[in-house]
C-alpha cells in the first residue's frame, strides 16, 4: 500500500495525531511506502477554514493549507525554488478565495460568486461557471508549479449529492478522478489516501482496487528517493501493491 498525499496533527491545524501515530498506522495496516506532503503556509485571514477560525487559529508560518491561487501561486513557486523538497502534491481548495470542500455553504457561496462573475447569463446556478474556473485555477498551478502529484483532481465534485457529478461522505461515489476524466487521461496514476490522522491512513483503499480496474487501470506508480531532493517514478503492478495490505 502506498500514499503521497498523508497529512498528521503535528503541521495540519484542521488534522489530528502525531507524526509517529500516523506512521505506525500506516506500518500496522502494511503500507511500504507512506510520503507526507503537509500543506504550504497561509498569511490570510480569510483563508483560514471555519473551524480553525473558531479555534482561534491565526495564520502564521506553521500553518498548512495549501490555497494555490494567484495570492500563494507565485510563493509556491519561490519555496520549491528555495527549498529541498522531495517533491510536491499541487492541489486546489479554494475558488476565487472560497474554500470549496468544507461545507455545502462555503460551496455554494463559490458557486454563486462565479456565476455573479460571469454576469448569470451561462447557467442557472453558476455550476457550470464554478466548474471553469476551478479547473482554469488548477491548470494555472499545473504549468507554473509542475508538481510531483495532483491531489483530489476534480474537488470541485463534492456536496453535489443530487447531481451526475456526484460520494459517501461529501457527496461523491467515486475516488478521485471520476471515471470519465480517468479514462479519458489513463497516465501515471499514484495512490493517495489524502488522510488527516492515523484512524484514517488507507481508507477506502478496498474500494480504489476494484475501481481502478473497472477502468482499465492494472499498474500505479509511486515515488521513489533517489537522492538528496530527487525523487524517481517506480511503476508498481495494482496486483503487487494490493496484496502488499
Not at 449529492?161 to 478522478?177: D, I, Q, S, T, V
Request: with cysteine.
Amino acid at each position: 500500500m502506498i500514499s503521497f498525499h498523508s497529512h498528521s496533527g503535528q503541521f495540519c491545524r484542521h488534522a489530528h495525531g502525531t507524526l509517529e501515530e500516523v506512521v505506525q498506522s500506516a506500518i500496522a495496516k502494511g503500507f511500504s511506502v507512506l510520503g507526507f506532503s503537509e500543506h504550504m503556509p497561509r498569511t490570510r485571514m480569510e483563508d483560514i477554514y471555519p473551524e480553525e477560525v473558531r479555534q482561534a487559529y491565526p495564520p502564521s508560518g506553521r500553518d498548512t493549507e495549501r490555497v494555490l491561487q494567484a495570492f500563494y501561486l507565485g510563493d509556491a513557486v519561490r519555496l520549491k525554488k528555495d527549498h529541498v523538497l522531495e517533491y510536491i502534491v499541487g492541489s486546489l481548495h479554494h475558488v476565487d478565495g472560497i474554500a470549496i470542500d468544507f461545507d455545502e455553504k462555503t460551496l455554494r457561496a463559490a458557486q454563486e460568486k462565479c456565476w455573479v462573475a460571469c454576469g448569470g447569463q451561462s447557467t442557472e446556478d453558476g455550476t457550470e461557471e464554478l466548474f471553469r474556473s476551478y479547473f482554469d485555477h488548477q491548470y494555472e498551478m499545473l504549468v507554473a508549479l509542475k508538481p510531483d502529484v495532483v491531489g483530489h483532481f476534480d474537488l470541485v465534485r463534492m456536496w453535489r449529492r443530487k447531481h451526475l457529478l456526484n460520494e459517501a461522505e461529501k457527496g461523491l461515489l467515486e475516488a478521485y478522478p471520476m471515471r470519465e476524466i480517468l479514462e479519458y487521461m489513463l497516465t501515471r496514476n499514484p495512490i493517495s489516501d489524502d488522510s488527516h490522522g492515523p484512524d484514517q491512513v488507507g481508507a477506502h483503499y478496498e474500494r480504489v482496487y476494484p475501481y481502478l480496474r473497472s477502468v482499465g487501470v492494472n499498474s500505479v506508480y509511486a515515488l521513489r528517493s533517489s537522492a538528496l531532493g530527487k525523487v524517481e517514478q517506480v511503476e508498481r503492478s495494482l496486483e503487487g501493491v494490493e496484496k502488499a495490505r
